[in-house]
């Protein structure tokens, strides 16, 4: 009981920092966020039945040089652009995919193909395998490995997806003050075999049901509809320094700290009608035993 207790206490005492904004919002919740800039250029604009630029050059984890094209015409594909060395938000992300992807009869190269695109121009092969490596390990059908694309570009091929896509970013200093890392928000994208965009899903947790729907439908050539623009950021804004660093998104905590504090009510509540009745037995018990020392 304790235990469950101090788990919640515990949870509870880290600060949830998940930065979320819903449709058609520019601000957070507090005052901090309000007053940062940089959420006017970080956005996810949905941009349903938009054509993307396959001619583009990108090289993949093998380092060859290909074009997006090569990816189209048969299949639709799940389109993520995220950066390998993300020290946070990408990873959830790509997590959060691979896990739906999982509980999907759905397979990569087979009815799909999975495009992971750095937005990084500094980043290569290297990462890209690397990464590939470990996202195809948790997914688990190693069988699949072709329909895993991890791609890296140059700044105007980077730029050309980026703005196809509607994906809005900023370039912010790490910890070393360098211009290493982005602030971005996270989100996926259904693409059909003709390269137009399909559906777009935001945040970092997707429906393995909507994920199929949406693979489905994207093979047909249909377009679906606009979703809830809820926006999951990849950094928190100091107004007292004036500079941003990035965050864990943790919004699973929240349901953590939920799930903790509805078990520890729950365990509370049984410990305490048992002890009610222990102590009911008791007294009947004891008189009982009164009872027959009287008629005796």
Same mark, same amino acid.
């Given at each position: 009981m304790f235990l469950a207790f101090a788990m919640a206490a515990s949870m509870a005492a880290t600060p949830l920092c998940a930065q979320v904004s819903g449709y058609g919002e520019k601000s957070m919740g507090d005052s901090a966020d309000k007053a940062s800039p940089l959420l006017d250029k970080i956005s996810i604009t949905q941009r349903l039945n938009a054509q993307l630029p396959l001619a583009l050059?990108? *090289? $993949?984890?093998? &380092?060859?040089?290909?074009?997006?094209? $090569?990816?189209?015409?048969?299949?639709?594909?799940?389109?993520?652009?995220?950066? !390998? +060395?993300?020290?946070?938000?990408?990873?959830?992300?790509?997590? &959060?995919?691979?896990?739906?992807?999982?509980? *999907?009869?759905?397979?990569?190269?087979?009815?799909?193909?999975?495009? /992971?695109?750095?937005?990084?121009?500094?980043?290569?092969?290297?990462?890209?395998?690397?990464?590939?490596?470990?996202?195809?390990?948790? !997914?688990?059908?190693?069988?699949?490995?072709? &329909?895993?694309?991890?791609?890296?570009?140059?700044?105007?091929?980077?730029?050309?997806?980026?703005?196809?896509? #509607?994906? &809005? !970013? /900023?370039?912010i200093p790490g910890p070393d003050g360098r211009l290493t890392q982005f602030a971005h928000a996270s989100a996926i994208q259904i693409v059909t075999p003709e390269g137009k965009l399909a559906q777009y899903y935001m945040g970092v947790e997707y429906s393995p049901k909507d994920l199929r729907l949406g693979l489905v439908e994207a093979s047909n050539n249909k377009i679906g509809s606009p979703v809830d623009n809820i926006l999951t950021y990849c950094y928190h804004y100091d107004p007292a320094t004036n500079k941003q660093s990035l965050i864990v998104s943790r919004? *699973?905590?929240? #349901? #953590?700290?939920?799930?903790?504090?509805?078990?520890?009510?729950?365990?509370?509540?049984?410990?305490?009608?048992?002890?009610?009745?222990?102590?009911? $037995? $008791?007294? +009947?018990s004891d008189s009982d035993q009164t009872g027959t020392k009287v008629n005796g």
């Open positions: 050059n990108f *090289v $993949d984890e093998t &380092g060859k040089t290909i074009q997006l094209a $090569d990816y189209f015409g048969k299949h639709p594909a799940i389109l993520a652009l995220v950066y !390998y +060395q993300c020290p946070m938000l990408c990873s959830e992300e790509l997590n &959060g995919l691979t896990g739906a992807l999982e509980m *999907v009869d759905l397979k990569p190269g087979r009815d799909f193909d999975v495009i /992971v695109i750095s937005i990084d121009p500094s980043e290569g092969p290297d990462l890209a395998a690397a990464k590939k490596r470990i996202y195809l390990k948790k !997914y688990g059908f190693p069988e699949t490995a072709n &329909g895993w694309h991890f791609l890296t570009g140059k700044q105007d091929a980077i730029d050309a997806i980026t703005r196809a896509v #509607g994906f &809005g !970013y /900023v370039r919004v *699973v905590q929240l #349901g #953590g700290l939920l799930t903790m504090g509805l078990l520890g009510g729950f365990m509370f509540l049984m410990f305490r009608r048992d002890a009610r009745k222990l102590h009911g $037995d $008791d007294n +009947q």
